[in-house]
C-alpha cells in the first residue's frame, strides 16, 4: 500500500496548482483522506479532509485555505485531489497527502491518526 504525490511547482502568488495522490493497492473509498503541509519551522497542519464513501464524502477545509483550496477523490482511479486556487506565498510548504481506513468523520482526525502518508511534494508560491 503506497500513496504517491505529484503535482508540486513553483507558481506566482495568486496561481493555482492541484496535487494528486495516487493510492496504490487500496481500495480508495474506504479511506478518509487529507492533505496536510509543513513549512519550515512551523508544525505540520492539516489543510483538508474527505470521510470515505460510505461514510458520505464530507468534507473539512481548515480556515487558513477554505474557499481556495478543494479536497476531491476519483474513487475509480484511486487517486485523490488538492486544487490550490489563488495561491500566496504563506502557503509555501511540503505537501503530503494521508489516508486511513475508517468510517469515522475527517473533521477531528489529526495527523496521527493516519496510517498511509505519501513522500511529499514542495509547493514553492513565489514571484
Known amino acids: 500500500l503506497e500513496l504517491v504525490e505529484s503535482g508540486g511547482d513553483l507558481v506566482q502568488p495568486g496561481g493555482s496548482l492541484r496535487l494528486s495522490c495516487e493510492a496504490a493497492?487500496?481500495?480508495?473509498?474506504?479511506?478518509?483522506i487529507a492533505w496536510f503541509r509543513q513549512a519550515p519551522g512551523k508544525e505540520r497542519e492539516v489543510l483538508a479532509c474527505?470521510?470515505?464513501?460510505?461514510?458520505?464524502?464530507?468534507?473539512h477545509h481548515s480556515d487558513s485555505v477554505q474557499g481556495r483550496f478543494t479536497i476531491s477523490r476519483d474513487n475509480a482511479n484511486d487517486i485523490f485531489y488538492l486544487q490550490m486556487n489563488s495561491l500566496k506565498p504563506e502557503d509555501t510548504a511540503v505537501y503530503s497527502c494521508?489516508?486511513?481506513?475508517?468510517?469515522?468523520?475527517?473533521?477531528?482526525?489529526?495527523?496521527?491518526?493516519?496510517?498511509?502518508w505519501g513522500q511529499g511534494t514542495q509547493v514553492i508560491v513565489s514571484a
Open positions: 494521508a489516508a486511513r481506513v475508517t468510517q469515522e468523520p475527517c473533521a477531528e482526525m489529526g495527523g496521527a491518526d493516519y496510517d498511509f
Open positions: 493497492g487500496f481500495v480508495l473509498s474506504w479511506y478518509a
Open positions: 474527505m470521510s470515505a464513501t460510505r461514510s458520505g464524502e464530507s468534507t
